[in-house]
């Protein structure tokens, strides 16, 4: 395990003196299956892997979940163990963020709607650590899942538009056998809101049917119909439900499968003090749905 922002710079001359290409994926620890199929694509595709384990403070809002966000680091690193043992960097909050540090890193267009426009300061937080990861692991490729897809065109820009020679690789969404994406956060809910965040990906096959069997081209409708079925759940606050394309994440008015091939769906609801994203793209030119893949 490394701590400190030097330990990692010479490791990671040492992997590129070898030869070797390193695959990065950056968490926030409380790993689950999803984390670990990250760790797995970056096992096949590059030479040595690194995993961060690191609670960003700059990506909570000062009503956010910061405190209590779980951080089993023991657990987490036995997990580790079992997907081939990759390097683990966890830095303290004063190793990556200074007494003195005042930069911020903003990335517009892709970052404003959906969860910038809930959590405004969110995605500076996350471009500014990611970008610091980026220059302090001197990674090559870095795996991101599509469950925070804002999050993965959030992180494609900034490397597009400011020139950073790392390949993003996008992995699809892990999910429980019911259906509900993994994430960190489905260990705070109670087992009643358990139940009933089951109603996310039974929303999902409902869009599914509108958007492919039914083929409704009506957005609005398709979102009327998506927020009665998750109102269905009587502790599900909805902060949004939008149809949207999926490079761009601007919502959409109407399905157009000439001008729109792909459509996304993404929600985000809160169960109690618990919020939940997820989405699903959807292929217009074929039957079956996709899930974004490498």
Not at 52 to 69: A, R
Not at 201 to 215: H, I, T
């Amino acid at each position: 395990m490394i701590s400190t922002v030097d330990e990692l710079r010479r490791w990671s001359r040492k992997q590129h003196d070898a030869g070797k290409r390193i695959g990065f994926v950056p968490t926030m620890g409380a790993l689950h299956e999803g984390h670990l199929s990250l760790v797995r694509a970056a096992n096949e595709r590059c030479d040595a892997t690194l995993v961060s384990i690191f609670v960003n403070p700059t990506q909570f809002g000062p009503t956010e979940d910061f405190e209590k966000y779980p951080r089993p680091l023991e657990q987490d690193l036995t997990l580790l163990q079992t997907v081939g043992s990759p390097k683990v960097f966890v830095p303290n909050v004063t190793e990556m963020y200074p007494s003195d540090f005042e930069t911020t890193v903003h990335i517009g267009g892709v970052s404003e709607p959906l969860e910038g426009r809930c959590r405004p300061t969110h995605f500076d937080g996350v471009a500014t650590v990611v970008l610091k990861l980026f220059l302090m692991s001197g990674t090559d490729v870095a795996f991101f899942g599509q469950k925070d897809l804002q999050q993965v065109r959030v992180v494609e820009k900034m490397v597009a538009e400011l020139n950073i020679p790392i390949e993003i690789v996008v992995c699809p969404i892990v999910r429980e056998a019911d259906g509900l994406a993994m994430s960190s956060r489905n260990r705070y809910l109670t087992p009643s809101q358990r139940e009933q965040a089951r109603v996310l990906p039974r929303c999902l096959e409902l869009a599914e049917r509108l958007l492919l069997s039914e083929k409704i081209d009506d957005v609005a409708q398709i979102g009327r119909k998506l927020t009665e079925t998750i109102s269905t759940a009587p502790d599900a606050m909805i902060d949004y439900v939008v149809v949207a394309d999926p490079k761009t994440l601007r919502e959409i008015d109407r399905i157009d499968p000439q001008q729109t091939p792909e459509v996304a769906v993404l929600f985000a609801v809160k169960f109690g003090d618990t919020r939940l994203i997820d989405n699903r793209i959807y292929s217009l030119s074929t039957t079956p749905i996709t899930e974004l893949r490498s």
